[in-house]
């Protein structure tokens, strides 16, 4: 009798784990496995802006694509609001120089989360003001459907990049 209360209770779990829909691939430099969520579009006043986010064994990255003709730099920032809370989280650049729209944020891939990647996975994003090179603001208002898919897709892909740490 304990062991079908057990399975009963566990049932919700696996249930969340196969909502969980990561790419899986392998690194083609390190041939390392490489988990990520694919693309995901948001719409930024009239800029289309894509969102990727990464993990393999050393880091989980957040790639934002706008498109040619915005430059980033090491100066360069992201600032997130949460819905459910007044403070935000600033983040800088993490890639070198480009002009190609590229920005990029890297945290460690540990067996501790970093606070900043746990809080985008515990609450969810209302909007993301990105600071480009001449300190221009490009800020992504995030649609209800938008916040609930971005948290998800955190919260899967930091969950999962736990199994890939040696």
């Known amino acids: 009798m304990k062991y079908i209360l057990t399975l009963l209770l566990a049932t919700p ?6 909502n969980c829909k ?31 986010m990464v993990a393999d064994n050393k880091e989980v990255k957040l790639l934002f694509s706008l498109g040619d003709g915005t430059c980033f730099d090491d100066q360069s920032t992201a600032i997130f609001s949460f819905d459910s809370s007044r403070t935000k989280s600033t983040q800088r650049n993490s890639s070198a120089m480009n002009c190609d729209g590229i920005f990029t944020i890297i945290f460690r891939n ?6 900043a990647l746990q809080k985008m996975t515990l609450q969810k994003i209302s909007s993301i003001i990105l600071t480009d090179n001449t300190k221009k603001k490009i800020e ?11 948290l998800e897709k955190a919260t899967c892909l930091v969950n999962e990049a736990k199994a890939l740490i040696k």
Do not use: V
């Open 13 to 18: 779990l696996f249930g969340a784990a196969q």
């Open 22 to 52: 990561l790419k899986k691939e392998t690194d083609q430099f390190s041939q390392q496995p490489k988990l990520s969520t694919g693309f995901m579009s948001m719409l930024a006043k009239g800029t289309r802006i894509s969102l990727n």
């Open 110 to 115: 540990a067996a501790t989360t970093p606070s």
């Open 140 to 150: 992504i208002s995030l649609k209800e459907d938008e916040k609930k898919l971005i």
